[in-house]
């Protein structure tokens, strides 16, 4: 198992591991490192991946340097290292959002976490991140997301999943491959909510879109994520009307 180190942004490098058995044509499990003073991992990886993952770290920086671990939600791929990685970098703190530390890391984290309050910003020392609270999106009660401020780097979590093995980053088309990733999968927690807060997204006007399954993209991401919570609002709506 091999994981690849791919700079999307200035000091932003996607950590990529394939795995050819998941899904249909294979998934890729991507986490992000943010090379600032205080260096910031955004998703931890399932334990099975921190071998692999943390020496691909290793090829930017001293593992021990990292100052923060962040995540979406509760989930392996999201968080299931965490203990791995807190071991490995004993100045590392994790940091969610209050009802994430509420229901989860308050109790089973290994050090205390950092609560951020939705639309905190962390100061990374050269670089800043916003904490989005997005419950449920794109599943999950915890769930939130991390603005990049200097790149326009969106931390999207699983928004916009697709599978196989695609290049690193794309300025193509991601939300096809993403809708017929939810086709096949059906992975969203669709609720009345869901299109408005990914619109909410859109209007950060990110410039790159880090991806945690499939490839990141580079462009004007607002149209894509309109795209998105339109697709997301006719998908409720057809459940509805499917009532009768
Ligand atoms: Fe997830
Ligand atoms: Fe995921």
């Known amino acids: 198992m091999e994981t690849r180190v791919d700079?999307?942004?200035?000091?932003?490098?996607?950590?990529?591991?394939?795995?050819?058995?998941?899904?249909?044509?294979?998934?890729?499990?991507?986490?992000?490192?943010i090379d600032a003073e205080e260096p910031l991992l955004f998703h931890c990886g399932q334990r099975s991946l921190f071998p692999a993952v943390s020496a691909a770290v290793a090829r930017v920086m001293d593992v021990r340097r990292l100052r923060w671990i962040a995540f979406s939600h509760i989930e392996a791929d999201e968080c299931g290292s965490l203990g791995e990685w807190l071991a490995a970098a004993p100045n590392a703190t994790v940091t969610h959002g209050a009802i994430g530390c509420a229901i989860w890391l308050n109790d089973q984290a290994p050090r205390p976490p950092r609560a951020l309050a939705n639309d905190e910003v962390l100061d990374l020392g050269g670089r800043r991140v916003r904490r989005l609270d997005t419950p449920h999106v794109p599943h999950c009660w915890d769930a939130g997301l991390l603005h990049e401020e200097a790149t326009g780097t969106l931390f999207t979590s699983d928004l916009f999943t697709h599978i196989g093995d695609p290049p690193?980053?794309?300025?193509?088309?991601?939300?096809?491959?993403?809708?017929?990733?939810?086709?096949?999968f059906g992975y969203t927690a669709l609720t009345p909510a869901t299109g408005t807060t990914v619109r909410r997204l859109a209007a950060l006007r990110p410039r790159t879109l880090a991806?945690?399954?499939?490839s990141s993209f580079s462009g004007d991401a607002a149209p894509l994520l309109e795209s998105l919570a339109r697709f997301y609002d006719d998908s409720l709506q057809r459940g509805v009307a499917a009532r009768g």
């Open 168 to 184: 690193a980053l794309t300025d193509g088309d991601i939300l096809g491959p993403a809708m017929a990733a939810e086709a096949h």
């Open 7 to 33: 700079e999307i942004a200035e000091r932003i490098y996607r950590l990529s591991t394939f795995l050819p058995t998941v899904g249909p044509k294979g998934f890729t499990f991507n986490q992000f490192l």
């Open 211 to 214: 991806v945690m399954h499939g």
